[in-house]
Structure formats: structure tokens, C-alpha cells
């Protein structure tokens, strides 16, 4: 737990100075806004023109302040409207008139017009800012409103905003201030006099309307007759292209028939003798077309099959030589086996065909068909054995007609009697 002491400690004193160092950035460190300017009151300063003031402002930003002997203000920089109105304002002439408008303002922030707005609006709020400087709006508005006619003020806006806006500025940068502009809304007089004004000037529109219809009408009436004179002058010729192109057109017209008409016997007989010669072209294709075709149909055929028979004739003749001459040599070479054989040549042939031998045999047995057999036994079993004997029994009556017809014994060639058996010369293969 000792130990631990020194931990506890050095936790603690961290966040003793994480709290000073807070109340110092709380209280002696200050951040100003973009649109706000910080005032340091309390000590001299001496500013780059050689005065000395007892303050100084820092624009957006942030500054130290001295603890004790510094206390620091905010002014407001952002738009500040202002409603100005004016009632019974005489204007050049002697006539009474009602206007209202509107400005923007704001404290400025050029230096030397900031001092001023300091000195002025320090400690102020913004609507006790608004009253002076739409108090010094109106002094001047009425100024200005002195120097022009209802009618130049109505006419003219723009200009009567920019003579006001002129003529204030001097007494706003003395304020502190900055105009950003000023624009009138709208205009009136008790004695309706602006009103007789548009009415008088509404009459004589409608006189110059009046004037300038009845003129009109009169120059519409003499470009009518003008406009009437030239479309009978008009009309005249035109009757007369008219009827001229009406004549050099029958005359195209019955040149072109005529044309037109040799162009047809023209073509008439031209497409008779083109018809003519076609017609000579399609018969002398035809008859060549139905000659090929009787080449291909029974000439071609009859040629084809003559060679075809030529080229089998050729291939069978080949193959019965070949055929002769092979059977020619498989005999030779027979009968030299059986001469080397000698009487047993006869048995080493049916050894090599006792397999086909005792195929046809087993086929000739397997061809015999019985029907429903009933046997009738005494007890022993003696019918169904003497039954089943009848198979191989039939094999032997095959094979003794065999020997009875052919000569050949293959039962006496299969027996296993040594003294029966045939012998082969040495080197004789089976």
C-alpha cells in the first residue's frame, strides 16, 4: 500500500494542474468569432500612428488577458437591419410626402472607424445601436428628400437611394458605422398628389394614344387605298403571266404528246424485235439445255455403268486368278500333307474338323422336337433313366449314319484305344 502512495499522488497532482490550466484558458485566454471584435480595456497601448489608447481589439481571433487589470468586451460585427420611415417630409416643391425604406448596417471593422465605434457603442446592445443610426437615416433622408420633386423621388429611385447613402456616410464613419446599402420601399402623400400626377399623365397617354390612332388610322387607310391600287395593277399582270403561261404551256404540253407519242411507236417496235430476239436466245438455250440434260440423263449413265462393268470385269478376273491360284496352292500343299500322313491322313483331317463335325452333330439332335412325354414307371426309375439315355443315343444313330453314308468313323477316331489311335509322322502340327 506504500507503494502505491506515490501513484495516488502523482494522479492527484495531474489533475490539479489539468484544473489550473483550465481556469487560466477560461479566464485569462480569449477566442473571438469571425464576425466579432475583442476589446481589452485597462492598459495602454501605442498604436502604429504614435496615439495611445487605453485599449486594444482583436478582430476573429484570440488574445491574453492580463488578469487584474484587463477587462474584456465584445462588440458584434454581423448585419444589422433597419427600418426607416418618415412621415410629412417635405420635398422640393412644398409637397408633403410619406416613405419608408430599409437599410443594413453593421459596426465597421476598418481601424480608424472601429475606434470611433468603440468610443460610441461600447457596452451597448444592438437595438440602442439601430435607434442611432435610424435616427441619423432619417435627419438625412429628410435632407435629401428637400432637394427632389415627388416625381423625381418616385421616377428615380436608384438615384435617390445613392444621394442618401452619400450623404450619410460621413456622419456613419464619425458613428462608427458602415452602411452596406439602402434601398426605398415606397412612397405616399396625404393630398394624393402623386396620384393626380399618374392621373394627369395617365390622360395625356391616353390623348397620345388617341392622337396616335387616329394617325395610325389615317396611314392604314392610305397604305389600304395604296395597297388596293397596286393589287388591281398586281392582278392585271398577274392575269396576264397567267394567261401567257397558260398559252406556252398548251404549246409544252402538245410538244410533249407528240414526243411522247413517237417515243411509244418507238418503243413499240423496238420491244417487238427485242421480244423476236429473246424469244430466238430462249430456244437456242432451251435445246442446248435439253442436250445436257439427255447427256446427263442417259448418255453420262450408260458411259458410267459401261466403265463400271469394264473396271468389275477387271476386279472379278483378278480375283478368280488370285482365287485359283491360292486354292491351287492349298491343294498342293494338302496333298503333300497326306502323302506325308500316310493312312492316318485320313483320321488327322477329321481331327481337325471334329468340332464342326460334333457342332452339326449336336444341331441335328437339337432340331429333333418332342412334345408332352408321359412316362409310366414301375417304381425304380427306370423309364426316366432309360429316357435320358435316348439323347446320347440319338448322337450315336447320327453318328453311325454318318460313317454308313461318308465312311468316315469318328467315334472310332475319338475312342481312347491306344492300338486305334492314330500316330502322326514327327513334326506333324494339328
Known amino acids: 500500500m506504500a507503494n502505491m502512495q506515490p501513484f495516488f499522488w502523482g494522479i492527484g497532482a495531474g489533475f490539479g494542474v489539468y484544473i489550473f490550466l483550465k481556469i487560466i484558458i477560461n479566464y485569462f485566454f480569449y477566442i473571438g468569432k469571425p464576425n466579432e471584435v475583442l476589446i481589452f480595456s485597462g492598459r495602454s497601448h501605442r498604436y502604429p500612428d504614435g496615439s495611445v ?16 487589470i484587463e477587462r474584456v468586451d465584445r462588440m458584434d460585427l454581423s448585419e444589422l437591419p433597419v427600418n426607416v420611415s418618415v412621415t410629412n417630409a417635405y420635398s422640393k416643391g412644398g409637397i408633403a410626402v410619406n416613405v419608408t425604406a430599409i437599410a443594413n448596417i453593421k459596426i465597421s471593422s476598418e481601424p480608424i472607424v472601429l475606434d470611433a465605434a468603440i468610443e460610441h457603442f461600447l457596452g451597448q446592445n444592438r437595438e440602442q445601436i439601430a435607434h442611432v443610426a435610424r435616427e441619423t437615416l432619417e435627419g438625412h433622408l ?10 423625381q423621388i418616385n421616377e428615380d429611385r436608384l438615384s435617390f437611394s445613392e444621394r442618401v447613402e452619400a450623404d450619410v456616410i460621413p456622419d456613419f464613419n464619425k458613428l462608427g458605422l458602415h452602411l452596406d446599402n439602402f434601398k426605398m420601399q415606397s412612397i405616399s402623400d ?4 402623386l396620384l393626380a400626377v399618374g392621373r394627369k399623365k395617365i390622360e395625356e397617354i391616353k390623348k397620345l ?4 390612332e387616329s394617325d395610325a388610322n389615317k396611314v392604314a387607310k392610305n397604305i389600304e387605298e395604296e395597297a388596293k391600287g397596286v393589287a388591281k395593277a398586281t392582278n392585271e399582270e398577274v392575269d396576264m403571266v397567267v394567261k401567257t403561261a397558260a398559252n406556252e404551256l398548251a404549246t409544252f404540253v402538245a410538244n410533249m404528246l407528240a414526243q411522247v407519242t413517237s417515243e411509244e411507236e418507238r418503243t413499240i417496235v423496238a420491244a417487238a424485235q427485242s421480244r423476236a430476239e429473246a424469244e430466238q436466245k430462249l430456244q437456242q438455250i432451251r435445246a442446248e439445255l435439253e442436250s445436257k ?11 458410267t455403268r459401261k466403265r463400271m462393268n469394264e473396271i468389275l ?14 486354292t491351287a496352292q492349298v491343294l498342293a500343299l494338302t496333298h503333300e500333307v497326306w502323302k506325308e500322313a500316310g493312312p492316318i491322313a485320313k483320321d488327322v483331317y477329321i481331327l481337325q474338323q471334329i468340332e464342326l463335325i460334333i457342332e452339326k452333330v449336336v444341331d441335328a439332335v437339337k432340331n429333333v422336337e418332342m412334345g408332352e412325354i408321359n412316362l409310366l414307371d414301375a417304381g425304380d426309375a427306370s423309364t426316366l433313366r432309360h429316357h435320358v439315355q ?9 453318328l453311325q449314319e454318318l460313317k454308313s453314308i461318308t465312311g468316315i468313323d469318328v467315334a472310332a477316331v475319338l475312342s481312347p484305344d491306344a492300338k486305334s489311335a492314330p500316330r502322326l509322322p514327327a513334326g506333324t502340327r494339328i
Open 313 to 326: 470385269a477387271v476386279g472379278e478376273a483378278a480375283y478368280m486368278q488370285k482365287r485359283g491360284e491360292a
Open 190 to 193: 396625404k393630398e394624393e398628389y
Open 53 to 68: 489608447r487605453g485599449y486594444r481589439y482583436v478582430i476573429g481571433g484570440w488574445a491574453f488577458r492580463f488578469p487584474i
Open 209 to 212: 394614344a388617341a392622337v396616335a
Open 142 to 151: 429628410r435632407g435629401v428628400l428637400a432637394t427632389m420633386t415627388p416625381e
Open 390 to 398: 435316348s439323347y446320347p443315343a440319338m448322337v450315336g444313330a447320327v
Open 293 to 303: 440434260r439427255r447427256d446427263v440423263e442417259e448418255v453420262l449413265p450408260a458411259e
